[in-house]
């Protein structure tokens, strides 16, 4: 059987091989209503290339004030990092890949052997841990390596050449190319540099490169097009979430080129 990690890295490459961005979008899980919960994960699959799904923490220190906002109302609605998984596990499986983000924290407390034995059981393909480094996750990359899962590494603007070749020769699923520093949420305009950026970053990893950080608009993705293998869209799609529209209506219409 082919390791999950591995089917998400195939799925990007194969949504981008035109040139079109793969979409990796991104949920808060349980918010705005946690009994919406798999629906909105079914919806988003059949839209989306990744479903990227937020842990809900309370110091979300990547995150801008609409995730922020988010991962305040789960938490308080009890969702946890067990319950998402619970939920995961008991739904129909979806067709897109499923990435778990989360801060370091919820996962040391699951404990790592059994946090990868569960989210492979759940059909979780990886996990994206903003404030872990590279060089100190080696516990929990050989605990998801045994199920075959990924720990996507992230890069920035700032990271140092060698670094970020380190960093993206050990990346698995795919890079996270935050586009630029500071947190999430809204701009009106992509960096004037991202594309050497971006440029740099794929030339340096072996596995699809994703850009991610204040990606929102139709524009953004046209804009970014043969640049980079996938986006990931968060805060955007929390607020169509948060407003109760449809999300796979609104992915649907942030593509460039098919349907």
Not at 196 to 201: G, I, R
Not at 208 to 229: K, N, S, W, Y
């Amino acid at each position: 059987m082919t390791p999950a990690r591995e089917r998400l890295a195939a799925a990007i490459a194969a949504a981008s091989k035109e040139g079109e961005p793969a979409l990796v979008a991104y949920l808060t899980a349980g918010h705005p209503r946690r009994e919406s919960f798999r629906e909105h994960v079914a919806a988003i699959a059949a839209a989306a290339d990744v479903v990227e799904i937020g842990v809900p923490f309370s110091d979300p220190m990547a995150d801008g004030v609409t995730i922020q906002g988010s991962s305040r109302a789960a938490l308080a609605q009890g969702v946890t990092l067990r319950w998402i998984l619970a939920e995961l596990a008991a739904m129909p499986r979806v067709p897109a890949p499923l990435v778990l983000m989360s801060y370091l924290n919820p996962l040391l407390a699951f404990g790592y052997d059994a946090l990868a034995e569960t989210a492979s059981r759940a059909g979780v393909c990886g996990f994206i841990v903003p404030d872990l480094p590279f060089d100190e996750g080696d516990d929990l990359r050989v605990s998801l390596g045994r199920q075959g899962l990924a720990l996507v590494q992230m890069v920035t603007p700032v990271t140092t050449p060698g670094r970020l070749r380190a960093v993206c020769a050990i990346s698995e699923g795919f890079v996270y190319a935050v586009t630029s520093t500071g947190t999430t949420g809204r701009r009106a305009a992509l960096p004037e540099d991202i594309r050497a950026y971006l440029a740099t970053v794929r030339a340096a990893s072996s596995v699809p490169v994703c850009a991610g950080f204040g990606i929102r608009t139709r524009e953004h993705v046209a804009a970014l097009r043969g640049q980079v293998d996938g986006v990931i869209v968060g805060s955007a799609l929390v607020e169509v979430l948060a407003g109760g529209a449809d999300p796979a209506e609104f992915l649907r219409g942030l593509r460039t080129g098919r349907a």
